[in-house]
């Protein structure tokens, strides 16, 4: 889990903005790309079901390597 420590500011009475140490906001910005690199790949994946494949192997012989 990643720790947070937020500080809430407030405007007329509400909570309005959220500051964090910078430390804290590239951690979470990190995180939150990996989330949509992931979603990316599992989104990729759900579109190749049921196309053909070839393993290394076959792909290295017919490459010749």
């Given at each position: 889990?990643?720790?947070?420590?937020?500080?809430?500011?407030?405007?007329?009475?509400?909570?309005?903005?959220?500051?964090?140490?910078?430390?804290e906001?590239v951690?979470?910005?990190?995180k939150?790309?990996?989330?949509?690199?992931?979603?990316?790949?599992?989104?990729?994946?759900?579109?190749?079901?049921?196309?053909?494949?070839?393993?290394?192997?076959?792909v290295?012989?017919?490459?010749?390597?």
């Amino acid at each position: 889990m990643l720790a947070i420590h937020p500080n809430i500011l407030e405007r007329d009475g509400q909570k309005a903005f959220v500051v964090l140490p910078y430390e804290e906001f590239v951690r979470l910005e990190e995180k939150l790309q990996q989330f949509e690199d992931l979603k990316q790949l599992r989104a990729a994946k759900a579109e190749e079901v049921g196309e053909p494949t070839a393993s290394l192997d076959a792909v290295k012989k017919e490459l010749g390597l």
